[in-house]
């Protein structure tokens, strides 16, 4: 058997190698090759194996890819050279042998050439080469070795040339670990390129196909594992010291004083307890309960204080990249440790990370990137979603992916947490998986509605002092919002239904007919305006997060307020902005401290919604709108429009405050409108228009747009994605057909046949 697979092998045979054992380096003769028989799968790759007892016994195998599953053997020299000879051994005297044994290569499909070593002289070597033409095979003398084969031969063989000087090549250690951890990666993704074990929608996979797996897992052997966990365990052992060390210093036991205090804290034991018992488990707890922060930090913990720190690896995803980094900087400062050692984190263009980073923030796009390339996850040992409520195209996608990946990984835990989520439908998702709540709020946020705002500022709402200013430049939207106010759309019927079946007994005259003039349409930069003047007279210290639609409306305000006696004293206030297009250096402005007796103003977009904490935030104010994509049915195309938002995502924006300190938050719409939003925000994947989430799909190349989208949570209509993914084919065929034609016309007439060959190939 083992002389079988050598036999299948030992073409590939490149190199031996031997080691000196009381030397840190190895000695590697290299000898190279290039068999006409490698050709035969040209897939193949060199592979420098270095298994332990490769290692031990002083011996390297360079072998073909497809052999990588014995390269670990070693083979002694007899057995290289019964191969070798078992091939051939005859004499040209015989030329009826010949025939016979060129007929039988030409029959086996295995076989694709015969080496006679036989000494022979030139006219031997024409005899027998004239008969394999005869019968359309090739032939070649290599000194006194004769090589009939299947297909063309080349003038030299190194390996059949004996008199070929060898070369004695010395690796230092440090370069052998490299070219092992690069040769990892390259099988990792010669895996994943090797075609269906890359789908992920659980299409069935070929022999070939397994037979790659159990390779790359042997492949897995190459690496010293027994040196590789030594380093581990004294990696490990130094930062259970160290995550000591920091525990009992002053500011350590002062931190863990107030990490103690957060909800999440009490139910430690009850979540760790349900991570190592579950492969995946639903979290939901209240804003700022300590969610993102605390429980990824949690399980590195446990992790590291049971002596496996170096062996794990976290992942925590946000839909944001300020909150991916604001994660990651309040996890590094809770361990003491600058951002990228044992915490770090990592969105597009941008990162903090390094080799001893064992919790990662990332977007969720980021990690939906790494999961296109690298199926399995290998090496991440849990994956926290974090505000899985968002339900955005990217926390879809990756939910697909992650859960057609977990019967392959049956070591991995998922994560899905969120302050507000449908915690049954997620669990019914991942087959009951179970679900836990953390009670209690860290500090309480009183929730103030229009009607109250109206009451404690005493502003009067008037049908002209809610039109928004855009200034000269867009006068259009100004006068926009007056002709909206004579087209009744589906919201604002919603919205009036809810205010007539409200009475407001409670609330003074003057309220009640500001309310009755209010325009849910308009933004109300004055009724702002209004509320942060309140705010600032009135109210005690504290920063203000106003939550706006977009960057229009932002600026709008900011020029309004720029303009103000009291709010555009920058002595007084410290007015900035928070956009999901500024530059992630001014976003992290936000979270700086203002000057004394200086109130700091934040005008944000909902990318400041969820997983950050602005820890001088007491007071906001919610404008009950975001810009959404929606679909334009009169244009046939997407567009981003204001629209309500939902009850979660009120509650998320809420909970800004309350966070490090009480809070209050104005909420500038009624609450029966409050009570007439939706409970979640429909998925972006239901919300989105078909044709731009088949391309999606497509452009992320995982297999039949169909299949993939009936795995979703919620997924769209299966006739409708049917069609409009046959029409992306079509289109796309068609695109890539003409674009064939277009440059085959342009080579042929440059004359550039290699143009034209090399791109239809
Ligand atoms: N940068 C910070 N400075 C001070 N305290 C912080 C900071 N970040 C977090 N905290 C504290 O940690 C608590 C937990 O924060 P965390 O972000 O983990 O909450 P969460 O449960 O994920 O909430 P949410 O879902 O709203 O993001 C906060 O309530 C706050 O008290």
């Known amino acids: 058997m083992r002389n079988s697979k050598a036999a299948n092998a030992i073409g590939f045979l490149i190199a031996r190698a031997k080691s000196s054992t009381n030397n840190p380096y190895f000695s590697l003769l290299l000898s190279s090759y290039s068999s006409s ?28 890819r497809s052999f990588c599953g014995y390269a670990a053997e070693q ?9 070798e000879n078992h091939q051939a051994s005859s004499s040209v005297a015989n030329i009826d042998e010949w025939k016979w044994k060129l007929s039988l290569l030409l029959r086996n499909e295995k076989d694709q050439e015969i080496v006679s070593r036989d000494k022979r002289d030139r006219r031997d070597y024409e005899q027998i080469s004239n008969l394999a033409k005869r019968m359309g095979l090739y032939c070649e003398m290599y000194g006194k070795v004769v090589v009939a084969s299947k297909v063309p031969l080349p003038n030299y063989r190194p390996d059949l ?7 004695e090549v010395v690796i230092p250690l440090g370069l052998q670990r490299r070219v092992e951890g690069l040769l990892q990666e390259h099988l990792d993704r010669a895996e994943l390129s090797s075609g269906k074990v890359t789908n992920n929608m659980g299409d069935d996979k070929s022999i070939d196909q397994v037979e790659c797996i159990n390779l790359d897992d042997n492949a897995d052997s190459f690496l010293d594992q027994s040196v590789m966990e030594k380093v581990l365990q004294r990696r490990s052992l130094r930062m259970r010291n160290m995550q000591r060390a920091w525990q009992e210093s002053p500011e350590g036991r002062k931190m863990l004083e107030f990490r103690k205090s957060l909800p999440a804290f009490r139910e430690k034991d009850r979540l760790l307890q349900a991570i190592a018992q579950n492969q995946v488990i639903v979290i939901s707890g209240e804003t700022g309960c300590g969610k993102t922060t605390q429980l990824p930090q949690y399980v590195l913990e446990a992790e590291i204080e049971s002596g496996r720190g170096a062996f794990c690896s976290i992942i925590c995803t946000q839909p944001r990249r300020i909150s991916a980094m604001a994660g990651s900087e309040r996890g590094s400062t809770e361990r003491g440790e600058p951002l990228g050692e044992t915490v770090g984190y990592k969105v597009r263009l941008e990162g903090m990370k390094g080799k001893n980073t064992h919790l990662l923030f990332c977007t969720s796009g980021i990690l939906l990137r790494r999961l296109l390339s690298d199926r399995n996850l290998n090496g991440i040992t849990h994956v926290f979603v974090d505000e899985i409520h968002e339900r955005g195209m990217n926390e879809d996608f990756l939910l697909i992916i992650l859960k057609d990946m977990l019967p392959r990984r049956r070591d991995l835990r998922l994560i899905l947490m969120s302050a507000t989520l449908n915690a049954e439908l997620f669990s019914n998702y991942f087959e009951g998986a179970p679900t836990i709540h953390i009670p209690g709020f860290t500090y309480p946020v009183r929730a103030h509605f229009l009607e109250d705002v109206l009451e404690m500022t005493g502003y009067k709402l008037t049908s002209f002092n809610q039109i928004d200013d855009y200034g000269q430049e867009k006068m259009w939207k100004t006068q926009k919002q007056l002709a909206s106010r004579k087209r009744k759309n589906q919201i604002t019927a919603l919205v009036e239904d809810a205010l007539n079946k409200s009475s407001f007994e409670n609330y003074s005259a003057r ?26 007279r009135k109210e005690r210290p504290g920063a203000v997060l106003v939550f706006m639609t977009g960057w229009e409306d932002i600026s709008c305000l900011r020029d309004q307020v720029k303009a103000h006696p009291l709010l555009g004293d920058p002595n007084r206030v410290l007015l900035l902005t928070c956009h999901g297009s500024m530059a992630t250096s001014e976003q992290k402005l936000i979270f ?4 004394p007796n200086v109130r700091k103003i934040i005008l944000a977009t909902n990318m400041a919604e969820a997983s950050i904490t602005i820890n001088d935030v007491v007071f906001v104010v919610d404008g009950g709108k975001a810009k959404e994509t929606t679909y334009d049915a009169l244009n046939n195309t997407p567009c981003l429009l204001p629209s309500w938002i939902s009850q979660a995502s009120a509650r998320q924006r809420r909970g800004r405050a309350g966070r490090v300190q009480p809070g209050e938050c104005y909420h500038l719409y009624p609450r029966c409108v409050f009570e007439a939003f939706a409970e979640y925000q429909l998925p972006e994947l239901l919300r989105t228009p078909l044709n731009s989430l088949c391309l999606q799909i497509k452009s992320l190349q995982v297999g039949s747009i169909g299949v993939f989208l009936s795995a979703a949570l919620q997924p769209p209509e299966p006739l409708a994605v049917s069609d409009v993914a046959q029409l992306i084919c079509i289109v796309v065929k068609n695109f890539y057909s003409r674009l064939i034609l277009v440059l085959c016309m342009m080579a042929s007439s440059s004359g550039n046949k290699r143009l034209d060959v090399g791109f239809l190939g």
């Open 37 to 64: 028989r490698a050709n035969n799968n040209l897939r193949s790759l060199l592979l420098l194996s270095s298994s332990s007892s490769a290692i031990s016994h002083g011996r390297f195998l360079i072998a073909n």
């Open 75 to 83: 083979f002694s020299d007899d057995e290289y050279d019964d191969i």
């Open 161 to 167: 040339d004996d008199r070929r000087p060898q070369r």
């Open 511 to 536: 309220a009640r007919d500001s309310l009755s003039s209010w325009v849910p349409d308009c933004t109300g930069f004055n009724l702002i305006e209004a509320v942060l003047c309140h705010i600032c």
């Open 592 to 595: 700086d401290k203002p000057p």
